[in-house]
């Protein structure tokens, strides 16, 4: 056993002093408690939602009091607690995570719904238009997703023409007898 000063030995595998017999509660009546939980957790990956979850649910959780300074574009608009850049800085890379801005963000059932909500409100304001300006927004909206398909597939065959590129060099290798 390893001796410290003064000859006294360190004993390894000794149990602990006290042992916890209860789990951690959050006091009931806190308004900070009540604040902090109701803060939605939006734009990380599943790995730092886990780790922000877990702070709110010990209350290690410490909300900012003044917005921060965004790592990327440096201005001053990161309103969430423990995020290094701003929403927009990691929408304009592919949805990065706000916090490791490693991972891809997780899709948000908050944003599915708000885009439902739009929708909704969208269709009542069309309900209210002259037949000419629903026709002209129609066009408009079907613009929008032909565009957004033609993104999609344009990045599928770029995937697809490197496989087939691949499969055409060994194509030609069989063909110079190398087998």
């Known amino acids: 056993m390893p001796q410290q000063p003064g000859g006294k030995s ?8 006290h042992q916890n017999t209860h789990a951690f509660k959050h006091n009931p009546n806190s308004k900070k408690t009540a604040k902090i939980l109701s803060t939605p957790v939006e734009g990380l990956c599943r790995r730092c939602t886990e780790k922000i979850e877990w702070r709110k649910k010990y209350r290690k959780y410490k909300p900012l009091t003044q917005p921060s300074k965004c790592n990327r574009c440096h201005k001053r608009n990161i309103k969430a607690a423990y ?14 995570c706000e916090m490791c801005t490693k991972e891809p963000a997780l899709r948000n059932e908050y944003d599915e719904q708000e885009q439902e909500i739009q929708r909704q409100r969208l269709l009542l304001t069309m309900s209210k238009m002259k037949l000419r300006e629903k026709r002209a927004l129609e066009r408009q909206l079907e613009r929008r997703a032909a565009e957004e398909c033609d993104n999609q597939s344009d990045e599928d065959i770029s995937l697809q023409g490197g496989v087939e590129e691949s499969k055409s060099t060994d194509d030609d290798d069989k063909d110079n007898g190398f087998d």
């Open 10 to 17: 360190k004993k390894k595998g000794r149990a602990p002093a």
């Open 83 to 96: 995020h290094t850049i701003c929403v927009d800085c990691a929408s304009k890379d592919n949805k990065i």
